[in-house]
């Protein structure tokens, strides 16, 4: 992307800025990088939570809120996300851009997001007990909240029976039975540890003056900093000796099949990973897709089915709502389309059509703000500078025997069904 910049301006803590004239407000994101540890999982969890409740300046919800308001409705967001083997705790400031108002108020929204990170309210060494018991409800609502979206579950239980033992087993949502151990003080204790090691990324993304905003953030965000650690970078090949095949009963309207896939196709060898992202499209990209028409069209046999990539586990994921009837034939054909992918039974049609939609999909990113700063964040954790325009390119030159050498190596895994 033209005028992308990026600056290390702390030990380990990286500005990138993404300038765009087009969107009527400014995008400040702020970006703490763990390693996915199941003895920490949790208690990062409930962190965004509790620093968003309130600050030692701000010191309740509602005087945040009025703050916010203040400042012509800026909107403050927090949360964690999982990233491959990642967990990270996000925190973002929305707020509307400079040209539309009076006064000026980007460095009014730097405060705050830095006041809620670095300033966090503490009461008797710790965070807030009260605030605590709060998010604790709060987190423990969303862990058991996941049963009741049931394609989700199923991907979860299927996740966690493929990549038993690797990190990536571990809930990004954190556990129930670990919440009766966390308290203010040694969750707070955990905090500043976390604000001392972990990696951080600073993004803007809107319409601002360069020089202006690179001194606010250098002034506003001083993190003191210790050891910084290193986020080693995912397994992603695995042989399979055996397909694991788990069947869960539960009272459901509909059948939900996963089918995991180890693809051994490395994210930094990009010209072969963008070819494997076509051919999962081909595969279970759309309406056009090889599951879509032979299963769902041809054989009546599902109500939804398609294919997804996850990047830094080089892994493929065939998700299908079905009867339990189905189950065996559904099962025969997914195969079978496989196959056929990997055989170059590949018209020129699905490759332009899984071109096309690709592209589509790259160029949406400029549509709402946010997408960007996500996308090149996304880019920075797998160490990748590859920006859109460079992978538009990748993708359109990819061949149908490009294809065909990215999917080679796939190679079924785990069959998980819950039904009835």
């Known amino acids: 992307m ?44 409930l962190l965004p939570g509790i620093l968003k409740s309130g600050c030692d300046k701000y010191k309740t ?91 989700t579950y199923a991907m979860k239980q299927a996740s966690e029976i493929m990549f038993e033992g690797e990190p ?39 319409e601002f003056d360069e020089s202006e905003v690179v001194e606010l953030i250098k002034e506003r965000f001083t993190f003191d900093r210790g050891d910084i650690i290193d986020l080693p970078k995912e397994e992603f090949y695995k042989e399979v000796d055996e397909v694991k095949e788990v069947k869960e009963t539960m009272d459901i309207a509909q059948g939900k099949l996963v089918m995991g896939y180890r693809c051994n196709v490395d994210y930094l060898d990009e010209e072969r990973y963008y070819s494997l992202l076509l051919g999962s499209r081909i595969l279970g990209g759309g309406a056009d897709s090889k599951l879509f028409v032979n299963v769902r069209e041809k054989e009546s046999l599902c109500y939804t089915i398609y294919s997804t990539i996850q990047k830094s586990k080089s892994t493929m994921m065939v998700c299908s709502g079905i009867e339990a009837e189905n189950y065996e034939r559904t099962v025969e054909l997914v195969k079978e389309q496989v196959q056929k992918l990997k055989d170059g039974d590949i018209t020129e049609t699905e490759i332009a059509n899984a071109k096309i939609a690709f592209i589509n999909s790259l160029n949406s990113l400029n549509d709402e703000i946010g997408r960007l700063s996500d996308f090149y964040f996304s880019q920075s954790i797998v160490k990748n500078k590859s920006d859109l325009d460079e992978i538009k390119n990748m993708i359109n030159k990819s061949t149908k025997e490009d294809v065909v050498d990215a999917v080679k190596d796939i190679q079924l895994d785990t069959i998980y069904f819950l039904s009835k």
């Open 2 to 45: 033209k005028n992308l910049k990026t600056l290390e301006i702390g030990k380990n803590v990286k500005l990138t800025l993404i300038p765009e004239s087009k969107f009527k407000t400014n995008l400040v994101s702020v970006y703490i990088l763990r390693e996915l540890d199941r003895k920490e999982v949790t208690k990062n969890a």
């Open 61 to 151: 919800l509602g005087q945040l809120t009025n703050r916010e308001e203040e400042l012509y409705g800026s909107y403050l967001n927090a949360g964690t996300s999982k990233r491959g083997e990642h967990q990270v705790l996000g925190f973002s400031i929305l707020g509307v851009n400079e040209k539309y108002l009076d006064e000026k108020i980007l460095g009014g929204c730097i405060d705050l997001l830095n006041e809620i990170i670095n300033n966090p309210l503490i009461v008797d060494g710790g965070f807030s007990e009260e605030y605590l018991k709060i998010e604790k409800e709060i987190l423990k609502d969303s862990i058991m909240g996941i049963i009741n979206d049931k394609g």
């Open 168 to 206: 990536y087993a571990i809930s990004g949502k954190g556990y129930i039975e670990d919440l009766d151990d966390i308290n203010g003080v040694n969750l707070y204790q955990h905090y500043k540890n976390i604000l001392k090691t972990s990696p951080i990324e600073i993004i803007i993304e809107g």
